[in-house]
Each structure stands twice: as C-alpha cells, then as structure tokens.
C-alpha cells in the first residue's frame, strides 16, 4: 500500500489546497462570465476591481502554494525542507 508519512500533517493539506483551488475555479468562472456577455459587465468600483483582479488571485494562489510547500516538508522534515514550509507564508 501507499505510506504517507506524517499522515495528519501531510494530508490536513489536501483541504488547503482544495480551497485554494476552489478559489481559483471560481474567479476563472466569475470572468467567464462576464466575458460572455459581450461586455455588458457589473458596475465595479476600483478598489472592488483591485480586490477581485488582484488581490483574491494573489491570495488563492498563495493557498495552493501554501499547501504544495507544506506537505513537501511534512513528507520528510528535516532542516532542508523547513524552508518549502515557511517561504510561501511569507506571501
């Protein structure tokens, strides 16, 4: 069968990333959507289209990347990979 170590700290990432993903879909689909109707979009004002073209991409990015450099260092923790773990949380 498949060994995974440290299992509760290495699979608890699964969620992470699902969000982080869900995240991503959902802002893809948001701008499907408004891109079909031929321009005829909401009325948004800067900073909600700051938020949702900047910030929230940013922040659904960093979950998944949060989550792929977690489970690196919890399949193996060592000092080497302690790094994998910190660096994206600085985002």
């Known amino acids: 069968g498949i060994v995974l170590p440290n299992f509760g700290d290495t699979a608890s990432n699964i969620v992470i990333l699902l969000g982080g993903l869900s995240g ?8 499907l959507m408004e ?18 073209n900047v910030c929230l991409p940013l922040f659904f ?11 690196y260092y919890h399949w193996n923790p060592s000092d080497a990979t302690l790094v994998f ?6 985002v």
């Open 24 to 31: 991503v879909v959902s802002l893809v689909a948001l701008d």
């Open 35 to 52: 891109t079909e109707k031929n321009g005829v979009g909401i009325d948004r004002t800067p900073s909600e289209e700051w938020q949702l």
């Open 61 to 71: 990015a960093a979950t998944v990347v949060v989550s792929i450099g977690s489970t």
């Open 85 to 90: 773990d910190r660096l994206p949380m600085t």
